[in-house]
Structures are given as structure tokens and as C-alpha cells.
């Protein structure tokens, strides 16, 4: 069965927006076994919509379509696909309801513009959209099926899995069975990662590589006639990963690093409490964007000015005259600060310059330390020397502070 | 004359590469004029490859295929053409000396695998590759010209920019000249803000709309026999633009909202402070983001819990206990709070009920205030009932948080 994603609008032929979906889509179906063999873009135009709707019937047996479903006048896929079909449209009652019962939850009602969306191409099937406002169908036309989803990513994902994924296995009832894990590792680089893997390869399992910023993600993919069969080798698989990479891999489930720590601290039972200078906020946004984080999780200080840095967490002026700011003295007083005025059990402290000023030849910009004081076992801190714009300074010091808090509670630091 | 962009390769439809080629040639080839109406991805197969170049020669006039001319076994485009052009391979003589000197300079021998890549489709015409190994050639066939280029971002974008561009420009003398530009909103839903521009569109102008989370995009076309044609016909739309959307505009330029922020604060010489509780540090962040913030930006506080509230930012243990922590009084008093203890000339306190638990049938999830503290003007508050996943209620918080900023600045609260 060959898949066709088909991506639309504008925004994504004139390189403004990237074609998260066709990405994500590719990935997820490539990886559940599908064929995907076209992708095919075009902009917000009638006639061309018409015309690769049918060249996509012609040559693919499942079509994914996305984009053009909202209340806008540059949204034709309705339109274009009444075209193309030479059908008319009929209100879908099912998706009139529940966008009535969305808006009236926010206190809206359904405007004109609006209810253009929920008139769909006539003999369509609706697929209601409980993530967001436009609805989606589906419509099989000489043995091929289209589906047609919103393109707001995460409204595109959840239809994929609710809907279009089931269906497409219905579709392929003789498809092996698979099982597949996302592995993720932390702290080393792409090659090294690929070299302590070397020779792993074996027969029905599918192993590939995925830089993720500076995480390394590993997809792993494993068939058998049986799900039992496919799961026995994926953990099989698993065992040898853990054996050769040990406390790089944080994590085989695909959860975020953020939530790896949050989980070893509820486990410890313990509290953290941060301090950050050139991170900006954005370990503490990590932090508590797991549910549940404010059991752990008790205050940040964002501390851009000595001043701060001094009366808010106490470090003494004269450690930050004598050494900088950014120095692995103020780092670990700004640790056991913030532990400390916090009353929690783990404090950590940034510092560093992320550019694209403030850097001088003896610490040019991407110097960073990283203190952690975690009481009985006193302060600790690490320097390191980064690379990139500021936003990914940012971003590599939080990975590595998430890190240091992970392999402290792992006793491993 | 219609663009079509062909990108190849497995890597792309298994969604492990992002396809960068695409969005970089689609974003230049716009915004010089061109009309990219069809991109087409497929993976290293022959057979799909040569019906897809079948299909664009039928429905485009210029064709920009990327990928596959390296000397490895998947990369198959020249066999593909030649099999399409029913044509065989010759040695292109400019390609191999180019190659040989190329290599000589590394001290290596072009080896056989590397030969296949000089044996072009008979007819095509050569494009020296100097920034890498792989030649690119042309070839037309009944009015569509095919260019092929390697598919490494830095080759493509070069061999793009000395011989692809040129030749279009040649084959199009008579383009019209156009001017792009992103407008941003916030405040408004995206059927709002089409309702108010409603009618707006005028001939040579082309006007897009995106949602980008709650911020609505506007991006704006327009086009002319002269580049001041098409700038003029630009300024009296984004005129008309600005009369009908008011202060929901906050930039033609494409920004940042925190940009506009940061602009607005250094062009009245004012500094901020932040006191957050839900937001958990993405306020700061986003804050802290742009280069050079820390001259108005000086700290932050993350005052998760009750005590940090109380302690650090002096908040009333009584205000929090008669009217709850998420309240107004107590945002009020954050942002008095904050604006305090950092001595800026803003504060701004935040409160609210990220979820997906801590909701109350009074306080559901979603229930925010923002408070913010000017000094002279007092401090003000308002009260927001969000919803979405914690993510969504974080961000769309810290959107708000950053357009009172604004409107404060603009006077417009």
C-alpha cells in the first residue's frame, strides 16, 4: 500500500513555516512499517489542489492530506475537493455540535466564518476534531482513501493516531507486528554514540539515529509474527543498548529529561530549589512544565544582576569581585543560596555567558558554570565552554544542569 | 512560469531529515518573485523517481530536483533521468578534470565508485560543482527545463545562487518585483481578524493568514514593475492593515513579541522585574532570549510556593490566606513585590492554575491573573480563563504577561 502526505499552504512553499507534519508523519509511519513513497506541497490554490489530488489518486493507495480546513478565505481544501470530486457540500451535524458545544465553553458562538467548516464535500465521513475548531473527513474515491486533516500540528497528530493510523492498519491486516521504543541519550556526540553501537544490528530490528539538539535519540524498531515475539526481541534489544551506552541513556520510554528528574526526585523524596543567571528562567520552565512538579519543585531566583545574586541569594560581594560572576565559586554560593532560603534539599546554580556580547578573552561566550549542592554532600560545580547562539547556550546549559541533577540522584556524580 | 522544488532521498520520507533545501529555496525563490507552485519529495527509487519527473515535465516549466548524484549505490537520479530521457551516459570532460583536481589537492585518486558521478545524461549541460564532489547538470526537454543539483545544503544553495537563479531571471525578464512582509497580532482569534480585515484584498496584493499558537500572522505580498511600485502598494496596505487591527498589530516586521517588549523598554529607558508562579520561568525566558535584555531586564522570581511568596517578595501571609494565592490582591502584590526588591521601574506578578490538577470548582484549571506595578500608575490586574494543556496555559500566559507589558508601555492601559 503506498502512502501520499500531501502538506498545503502558502506559508509552507514560501519557506516561512517547516513542514513539521510531513516530518512527523514520515517518521511515524515509516516506523510503523508503511510505505510512504510521495510527499508532495503546494500553496493555498484551487486549480493546483484540484490537479495533485488527482495525480496523488492515481499513484497512491492512502492519501494524507493537511492544511486548509479553518474559517479563512486562503482555506479551499473543502472547496477544492468538492471540485475535484464534483460533489456538493452538506452540514456535518456531528461537527456543527461539538464546535458549538467548544465555543460555548469559551463564551463564543459559531460566526459565519465559522460554519463554512462545517460543511463538508457531500458522501465524506467526518472525523470530529476534539483537539481543536476544524473538523476533518475522510472520502474513497476508486480504491484510494483520502484523509483530510487541520494542519495545526498537534490537532494533525492526535487525528493521525485517532483516526487515520487505525485505519490504515485495518487496511493492512497482514503487516507484521511491531513494537517501538524511543531511547534517549545525553552527553555524547552522534559518532560516539554510533561507535559504542557498532555490530548491534540484527535481524528484525530497525535501529536509527536522531540528533536532537545535543541529545541523541535512537528509534527502535522490532517485528514478529506475534506482538509477544516483537516485544521479547525489542527487550532483548534494549538489554544490549543499556549494556554498551549505560548512564548516557535516560531514558527507553521517550520521556522528556525534565521528567526523568522529576521522577527520581519524587522517588528520593526530595526538593529542589534553582538559581539562574544566563539560563534566564528557562531551567525552571523545563522544570515545571511536568504535571505535578510543585511537590518538588519549590522556587527559582533568576538573578541577572549581582545585586540579585548578592541580597537575594547571599552570595558574598566579595566572591563575585574576586573571582566573576561566572566562576565556579559564585556558582556553588549560589547553590547553597538558593537551597537555603528555599529550605529544599537540592540547590543548583548558573552562571555563564550566553552571548552574543559580554564575553572577554579569558571567559569568551559560551563559558558556563554549573554548581549543585545537595547538603551532606557539599557543593559541587562543572565549567564548560559551549557553542552556538544564545538560545542554544541557554539550551545546552539547561540539559546539562537536568543532567547533573539526574546522575547525582543516580550517585553517580 | 511554474516552479516545481523535487527533493529525493529515503532519509527525507523517513522523517530522520529534515528537509532544510525545500524551505530554503521556496522562502528565496518567493521572495524574489517566482511562483514555487509544486515540491515533491520521494525516496531513492528509481521507478517513483523517473514517473515524478514524468509528472512535473507535464505540469511545470522549471524543474529543481535535489539528491542522489553521490557515488553510494541509493543514489540513483542520473540512471533515473537517463531512463526517463530514454538516453544514455557520457563522460562530461569538465566534470571529471574539475573532480581529479579536486581530489588531487586532498591527495586522493578519483576512484570507480566516484567516476559514475561524471557520466552525465547525454544532451544535459554541466554545472561545476566547486563547493563539493558532485556535479550538477541541466537538461531540457519540451519546454521544461530540469536543473539537478547534490543535495547537501551547502552545494545546493551555491550551485542555486550561480547558475539556477541566473537562469530563471534569464527566462523571465519581464517578472514583476515584489516586496514580503510578516505582520503579527495577538489578542484577536484568527476569525476575528479576518472578519475585521474583511474585504481588505486589493490586485497585487496577496495576503496569508496563520495561526501561530494565539498569535495570528499576516503575511503580506505585494508586487510591481518596480521594486517602489511594490513598496508603495506594501505601505498603504500595512496603513489599512493598522487602522483596521489597531493595537492587536504588534509588528510588520516579523518579531518577536518579547522583541517588541525589549524595544519598547530600552526606548523609555525602563527596566523590568518578574514574579512568577505558574508560568514556573518561561516569562523570563522568553524575556531573556533576546540579546542585550539584560540591560533592562534585572531579575526574576519563580515563587512557587506560598513561603516564597511571603518571604522573598513580601507578599502578605493574610492577602494570600483571605483571597488565595491565585488572586488578584496577591498578583498586585507580587508585582509591587518584585518591582521592590529589584528597584526596576516594572513589576509584573503572575498567579494562576496550570493544571492538570490544583483546579477547584471556583479556581478551575485555566483560571490566571497578571499583575503589573508601574510605580505612579499604580498597579492593575486581569483575570483570564485559559484553556488548553499546561503547556498551552504556561504560554499563553506569558503571551498576555508580555502584550500588558506592551500596552502598558503604549499607554493603552
Redesign the interface.
Known sequence: MKIEILTT???????????GN???????L??LGFD??????????KE?LK??FN?AKN?ADAVIVTGGL?????DLTIEAVSNFLNVGVELSEPALEMMTERFR??G?KV?D??MKQVYLPEGSKVLLNKWGTAPGFSYEVENTVFFFLPG?PKEFRAMMEEYVIPELKNKNPHMKKSCQRLVKTFGLPESEVAQKLYGIERAHVKL???AHFREIHLRVSSSGDSFAEADALMDEFLKEIHARLGKYVFTTEGEMLEEVVGNLLTLNNMTLA?A?SC???????R???V????TY?????????N??KS??LGVPMELIESHGAVSAPVVEAMAKGVRS???SDMGIGISGIA????GTPEKPVGTVFIGLDSGTKGAISREFHFHGT??EI?LVTVLNALDMIRQSLLNNV
Open positions: 499552504g502558502d506559508e509552507l512553499m514560501s519557506g516561512l513555516t517547516q513542514d510531513f516530518q512527523w508523519a514520515g517518521e511515524t515509516t516506523w510512504v513513497a510521495y510527499h508532495t506541497t503546494v500553496g493555498d490554490n493546483i490537479s495533485v495525480t499513484r479553518g474559517p479563512t478565505p486562503d465553553k469559551i463564543r460566526s466564518t465559522n495545526v536509527g539515529y536522531r534553582t539562574e539560563t534566564g528562567g528557562l531551567l525552571s520552565h522544570i515545571t512544565n504535571p505535578g512538579s510543585s519543585f519549590l522556587e527559582g531566583i533568576i538573578s541577572y544582576s545585586e540579585a541580597q537575594i532560603i528555599s529550605d552571548g552574543p556580547g559580554g544564545r538560545e541557554k
